[in-house]
């Protein structure tokens, strides 16, 4: 009995602390990379009324997301991404997408207003009637909480390219060197953002395939799990001996 409790004891302690390197890794940016993004209804204030594919098949995107109701973070996503871009290339458009089924258009159109960006045509703001399924393909869940009445949610910014797949994805407030390497992946454009596997990453965490946007246990999380099982075979050998000696 106490075998098995101590056993227990230690193997959920592997988990959570596994568990609590996985969410520090940032593994979360690279979930759904390379997936093709929901091609969503999108109502765009200015009128337009069109599907996800007919923005990026004529130039690739960046999708911000937001609610218009925010009191936190965004705001100041927004203002630090304007700033950060204004400066940059024209190659892409810029799509802040509510996820926020109360907000409308006029809602939108007032947030561009607030910005000085609704005469600004690389911008574009707009709703969508299948906020879900978007919010899905992306990996993105915005929780509500209703004692605040906001959500509690990242910062999230999402590259997509002419052919409509995530080439990229930045959470919270970025700039610089970050963006550029998001611009970067939606033109199609090589960039080193993840280092391929090579002698000196043979004990790493977690391996990333630069192809299908996966990563996958490495022979690290092997090293992370030795003093746990080492400790196991320790207390269950123990437990062992003591048992026979008590038996004679």
């Known amino acids: 009995m106490f075998k098995n409790t101590i056993f227990y004891i230690i193997t959920l302690s592997f988990i959570f602390t596994a568990n609590a390197q996985i969410a520090s ?3 979360e940016e690279e979930s759904n990379i390379y997936d093709k993004i929901y091609d969503a209804p999108l109502n765009l204030v200015g ?3 069109l599907a996800f594919n007919t923005l990026y ?3 690739p995107l960046l999708l911000a997301l ?3 109701r925010c009191t936190g973070v965004c705001n100041p996503f927004l203002i630090q991404l304007c700033e950060n871009l204004q400066f940059k290339d024209k190659s892409f458009n810029v799509l802040v997408l509510s996820f926020d089924s109360t907000d409308d258009v006029i809602d939108m159109e007032l947030m561009a207003k607030r910005l000085g960006l609704i005469k600004n045509k690389n911008w574009l703001f707009g709703t969508t009637s299948n906020i879900e399924k978007l919010n899905q393909s992306i990996n993105f869940s915005p929780i509500w909480d209703s004692i605040k009445n906001q959500y509690d949610h990242d910062a999230l910014l999402v590259g997509i ?3 409509g797949y995530i080439t990229k994805k930045l959470i919270g407030i970025r700039h610089g060197h970050d963006l550029d390497l998001l611009i ?3 033109n199609n454009v090589y960039s080193p953002t993840y280092r391929l ?3 000196s990453l043979l004990f790493s965490c977690f391996n990333y395939n630069p192809t299908t946007g996966k990563s996958t ?3 690290g999380l092997l090293f992370i799990a030795l003093p746990a099982v080492l400790t196991v075979l320790i207390i269950a050998s123990i437990s062992y001996f003591v048992r026979n000696k008590s038996a004679k």
């Open 57 to 59: 098949n004529g130039k």
């Open 161 to 163: 390219n002419n052919k």
């Open 217 to 219: 246990p490495g022979l």
């Open 197 to 199: 596997p090579n002698k």
């Open 47 to 49: 009128g337009q009324q």
């Open 25 to 27: 890794t940032g593994l």
């Open 184 to 186: 970067a992946s939606v």
């Open 66 to 68: 937001v609610f218009t």
